[in-house]
Each structure stands twice: as C-alpha cells, then as structure tokens.
C-alpha cells in the first residue's frame, strides 16, 4: 500500500524578508530505499519552529544552512516502514529528523524510539520535546526564577512559551503571557492558568504590560525581540535574568537593512549596567546533558495534569510553506505540527 | 597651620549632555568641626571616575543622585586632622567617601585607615582600591577567562582597563587594548604587557581590531559603549562573555534623545542568541564578599611588579571640573586624581 512516490519541499531560493511560496517547491521523487542499518520511514508529523527561518538564510548562524534545492530540515515523527536495522522493526514510531517531506531514509542511531503507550507520539515534537526542553533549559538554567518572582514570556500561547509559563508557576512564580489577539490571551490565562496575559495587538500594550507586573519582571524569557522586548526592558528589576531564546520579530530582518532610528542599543546596554542584567543566549543542545532530566521531571508534570499543551495540526505537505509563513506572522495556535496525509 | 576656609565643589545644575563649568560652583565655607566619634579630614587625594557623571542625573541609576547646591561625591585619601574619636589619631590616612572637597567630617567608621609603608595612598583610589577591585571582580566572575582565551578591554591606559589587561596576563589570556592615541597604545603594551593595542581613533580601527584578534574575542570588558562595542562584537566568538561596567561613551547621552539610526540592537540581540553570549552588567559593590581576596591577591601581584599602574595628577581642587570633563573626552592618562594644595 505504500505510494511510489515521495512528496517533498526543497529551498528553491534563499528568502529575502519574509519568506515567499516561490522561495519553496514541492518536488514529487522516488522513494528511497535503505542500505544496511537504516529504516525507510515515512513521516507522521512534521514539526514546524521559529529556528528553521535562520537555515534559509546563508549567513552564519547556530548550524550550516539548508543547502538551496535541498529538503528543508525538520524534526519527525515517524513510522519505520521498512527496516535493514537490527534495532527496529516496521511499526515501530520514532522520533527523528527526517525534514519537510513524506518518505526519507535514516541511520538506526539517528532516530529515536518512541513509546505511543507513555504520551501521544506527537508530543516528542513538542511538550516532551525540543520545544519543551527548549522552555524547560532555558527557564531554569538562565532564568533560575524563584519563588514569588514575576515571569513574563511572549508567545505565549506557543510551544515555548506555554511550557515557559506553566513551569514557572510550578516554581512559584507570578506568571505573565504576552500573546496575539484575545482568543490566545484567554486561552493562556483560563486554561494555562498564567497570572495574565496581554495582548501585544493592542494600543495600550506596554500600559497593560506594567500593569500586569505590578511587581517588575525578575526573568523575561525572550523569544520575540522588537517591540516586546523595548516594553519589557524598562519593567525589568535590579538583578533580572534574560534567556534569549528566539528573536521571532527579527528573524526576517536583514542586517544589511536594520530598522530606522533612533538606535536603542544604549538604552539596552545602559538597563544591563544600571540593573545588572543577565542577558544571555542559549540553544537547547547546550543543555543536552539535562536531557534526561527535563524529561522525567516534564512528562511526570504532564501526566498530573499540571503542564497543559495545545497542537496547531495542519494536513499534508502541500501546506506546509503556508503554516511556515503564519508560524512567523503568530498565526498558529499551539505547537504548529503538519500530519502528512495517509 | 590649618586655613580657616574650606573649598568645595557643589552641583550646580544638571547637566545636559557633556558637563559644562557652570554645572558646578566652587564655593569657600567653613571648616565644619567633628561630633563625637568624628574625625575632620583634610583631603590628600580625590578620585575622579567616570560613574560620577550618572550621580549628576537626576534619573534612577545605582545610587541616589547628588542634589543639587550639595558637594560632589567622591572616594577620598585624606589625613585625620582633628579627632573626637577613640580609634583614629591626627595623622592617620585614611580612605573615605569624603567629596569634592579640601575638607569633611566623617563617623570614624565610615573610613578605612591606611598602612603608608605598605603602598604609596593614592593606590587606594585606584589599582588597591575600587577601580582595581572593579576590574578584578567583573573580569573574574563574569568574564572567567581561560588560559589562552583573548580578552578585549578599551580605556586600556585607564585605571579599570589597565588592571583587566593585566590580570588577563596573569591568567594566561591573549590581552588586547583599546585606546585613543599612539602614546596610550605604546604605553599599553611596552609597560603594562597587553599583546596588542589598538587605536579607537585610528581610521582603520575595525581593521585593526579584528588583526589583533585572530582567534576572535572570548571576553569583552565594557567600559565604553558605542563604536567600540559594535566594532567588538563581530568578533566575539561563541559562548563569549561580556561584563558590563561603564559606558563612557554614552554617558553624555539622553534617553530622550538616543543617537539616529538604524537601530543596532537587533544586531546585538541576534548576536547574544546566535553566538550564545554573556551580557551582564555589574558594579563593584555586588562582590563586596570578595574585598579581602582582591586585596590579597592584587596586592601581591602588584608588589611582585606583575601589576603596574599609571597615575594623572592634577593639582588643586579648583581644578576637578576641567579634569572631569577631560575624563569624559578620554584626555586623562593612567588613574585620575585630584592632588588638594597643601
């Protein structure tokens, strides 16, 4: 019952901005067959983040570019269809790399095998995965938040940021969303249970942003930049600590076409010297030694019932561009999967 | 022998951009008489550093602002002349906080009494005492240089950036200099022993920076903002560490009136997230727990001749307000400090 064919989307272009359908096409190719320790897998979910708009660029970024005509990289969850591994078997559901597209080959240690009994398998593209580990590291690493502080994230009905806020109240944290349009701020507030949310659509934001933290903000978790970051900046407590997780309003900008004036970086510099500010980047995989500690300690919060997720599932690979383009405009709503189509 | 009047500068009016000499007022008043458990010191030294120009805003800052018609702040070497206390003598030197004056009383303990034999005094306003200790604590715990890293750090010929060189040597880092002039250069790596130093004034300073820096820069000492810091973080190579201790060349500048465009701080925002940067600001009294260790092992170092220091003596206390502003412009050469008339 297997197709012979596997659809897939390569980087036809290197986007200039914000990313075009024409910087994209959907090839239809052989599907590829295994060699000796590998799977043929066809992928279930596709996940789609923030991080994949830096591989199309060809500047130096965290890790080497997406070769243009290339497929797109993406992390999977997958089904073995065909195994030549000692280690896998057809059936089995694992999670693995295997990028924007429907059938790919993968080395048996490259991919890892997942348990459908323990968590609904696309979770370990999610709330048990990089983006949860991406919240749960960075949170605790660099935000180090205790008891009774205020932490504020942005998107915060989103993969990260929904895990960054929930965590925080397990820490005793004061909790603050800052998400796009009421249905999220709702959704973040009611069923998040964050202490508020504010929505950065509105005219008043920065207004109900210091409103919202009648305290200051001990830890803003940023994954945003731009005009949340310079709201946020002035409410920022003596001694704050900022992981920078993600620049999503940014990630379209040239550097050869920075924002008009005036400059705001002394005002940035000079809140880091007058506050002591700890403003410090970081990637996952510079965690990855806690791995195995964030996912004892996520998936046991998950199954009480106190982390919550929402998925974002769009169909086919065909859509994939599309729900890529809304992922940087803050159109998806929860954890943004593709299911590719059976 | 003691003259009847005390001369001392008062805060005139706040400035606007660079201080002028109508900010300030040199007035003569008399010399006030110690209470019990009071000492009335006459000033040898006065150190001039550049956080007194925020102690001019009225803005928040670290510390309260000088009001205005009061005397400037500032850390003082001064003689005991009088005593009603029972720990201090006429003629003990002690290190104070005692201003912009010839003359001051002061609570027996809120001074330090100095050992002459042990260093000339004025090293306590300067590589034994806060700028020392600021380079010490700041390079140490935020910057955590490793044997071989390069460590970058402008106003090098001045009294924090020489002792951040020069401390990075003994640690066994690449030591590279920023400074205005051939002569503060030469000085810098002839007698303080930097690998490098580079001209800020120079038309090719980028260039040259980046030749001085072949491995990249591993620690970047902030003490001066602006072109430097964007020349500076190109460099930086991943995981790189940045305390944040002055910004000289943004002192001058109004949050009202930030320099025009284009906005930089995206640029250092993608910077921090994509090279996995340290950003932290600092001042000298968060790492007050270490005052004995910096004082053990800096005078050690600097009895040993592994620490040398450069001293810009200006005579007379009429003469502070031309000196500080010299600072601001970087004219000033080694520690500055006011010498008071005898």
Redesign the interface.
């Known amino acids: 019952m297997t197709p012979s064919k596997n659809r897939r989307i390569v980087l036809a272009a290197r986007p200039q901005g914000e990313p075009k359908d024409s910087d994209f096409r959907l090839e239809e190719v052989d599907i590829p067959s295994p060699g000796d320790n590998q799977v043929l897998l066809r992928n279930l979910y596709l996940s789609l983040d923030p991080y994949m708009r830096?591989r199309m660029n060809a500047g130096?970024?965290?890790a080497a570019p997406v070769e243009l005509n290339c497929v797109m990289e993406g992390g999977t969850v997958s089904e073995v269809v065909e195994s030549r591994s000692s280690s896998l078997s057809p059936g089995d559901v694992v999670l693995s790399y295997a990028g924007w597209q429907e059938y790919a080959v993968a080395a048996d240690d490259m991919v890892r095998k997942l348990d459908p009994a323990a968590a609904s398998v696309s979770t370990a593209l999610g709330v048990l995965g990089m983006p949860g580990m991406t919240a749960y590291t960075g949170l605790l690493n660099i935000g180090q938040p205790r008891q009774g502080e205020t932490v504020v994230v942005a998107a915060a009905a989103g993969a990260v940021g929904s895990a960054v806020g929930q965590i925080a109240k397990i820490k005793g944290c004061r909790a603050v969303g800052i998400a796009g349009g009421p249905d999220k701020c709702g959704y973040v507030r009611n069923e998040l249970g964050f202490d508020a949310c504010v929505d950065h659509k509105g005219s008043s934001f920065a207004h109900e942003l210091k409103a919202a933290c009648p305290n200051g903000v001990d830890v803003y978790f940023?994954n945003v930049?731009?005009a949340v970051?310079k709201a946020v900046v002035p409410l920022l407590n003596k001694f704050a600590r900022m992981p920078?997780?993600?620049?999503i309003a940014?990630y379209n900008?040239s550097?050869s076409a920075?924002?008009?004036?005036?400059?705001?970086?002394?005002?940035?510099?000079?809140?880091?010297?007058?506050?002591?500010?700890?403003?410090?980047?970081?990637?996952v995989s510079?965690f990855e030694p806690q791995r195995g500690e964030f996912y004892r300690e996520m998936s046991a919060w998950f199954r009480e019932g106190r982390i919550k997720h929402r998925e974002d599932v769009v169909e086919g690979i065909e859509n994939a561009v599309g729900a890529f383009q809304g992922l940087l405009r803050g159109r998806n709503f929860g954890k943004l999967l593709v299911r590719m189509k059976r």
Chains 1, 2 share one sequence.
């Open positions: 830096g130096p970024s965290y940023e930049g731009g970051l920078v997780c993600g620049l940014q900008m550097i920075l924002p008009s004036g005036p400059d705001w970086s002394p005002v940035l510099m000079a809140s880091a010297l007058m506050k002591r500010l700890t403003i410090r980047g970081f990637i510079d």
